[in-house]
């Protein structure tokens, strides 16, 4: 890669990355007006499915190199269904001792209300949105500038997926500075991993969603 092509990689990945986190910040900091609490998530959401469909075409970017395509649609959904069913019960043990110590909650039977559209929520607006953004452009905007060195278990693994899970998470921290919403960067590897070994992010908007599922069922069955 030239100096040149690579020093304007850089300012992309940057404007990319802080453009994110301020359009994130101004939409929560913002909730309080009527119109901003009413279409802020639909705006926040459309700027992270939208901004890297714009950019089709334009700086060596298709629909190959953002993932967005069901070439391998049963292999990817087959790994995403794997990795469900390998973390499932470690994640309701922990979550299940997140409760009662941190939060001084007890365990209730419960079920989240309006679950089913939520499914299709989680699916085709926030797993969808997200992953197409930090998965399909970011991390592979990111991996033309750092290369992995390194594989894991069978995926390369670098400095891409690792910066990408941290502007995910800091994604997740603005507006409420709570140190649990830093919580997400572990995952996320995960998620990373998932697009680099698929090479799609099929499995990573299966698993997004599973993972924002499951802990809605969670939350439901634990009272303070």
Not at 76 to 83: E, F, N, T
Not at 113 to 118: A, K, L, Q
Request: aromatic letters at 16%; proline letters at 4%.
């Amino acid at each position: 890669m030239q100096t040149s092509e690579r020093a304007s990689l850089v300012r992309e990945v940057w404007l990319a990355s802080l453009g994110i986190l301020v359009l994130l910040g101004v939409v929560k900091h913002l909730a309080f007006l009527p119109l901003v609490a009413q279409y802020g998530f639909t705006v926040a959401a459309g700027a992270q499915l939208y901004v890297p469909l714009w950019l089709l075409g334009r700086r060596g970017i298709d629909h190959d190199s953002l993932g967005l395509t069901w070439r391998h649609w049963a292999v990817d959904l087959r790994i995403g269904l794997i990795w469900a069913g390998l973390t499932a019960v470690g994640f309701g043990i922990g979550h299940h001792f997140w409760q009662v110590i941190y939060r001084g909650a007890h365990w209730s039977p419960g079920w989240p209300e309006r679950f089913f559209e939520n499914v299709l929520l989680q699916v085709l607006v926030v797993g969808l949105a997200e992953e197409l953004y930090f998965r399909g452009y970011l991390q592979e905007r990111m991996t033309k500038l750092w290369p992995p060195k390194y594989k894991l278990l069978g995926a390369p693994f670098g400095r891409a997926i690792i910066l990408t899970s941290v502007v995910f998470a800091l994604a997740h921290f603005i507006g409420e500075y709570n140190p649990a919403r830093l919580g997400p960067f572990f995952p996320s590897l995960l998620f990373g991993w998932l697009r680099s070994r698929s090479t799609t992010i099929v499995s990573a908007v299966f698993y997004h969603a599973f993972c924002n599922l499951l802990s809605d069922v969670l939350w439901a069955c634990y009272q303070r």
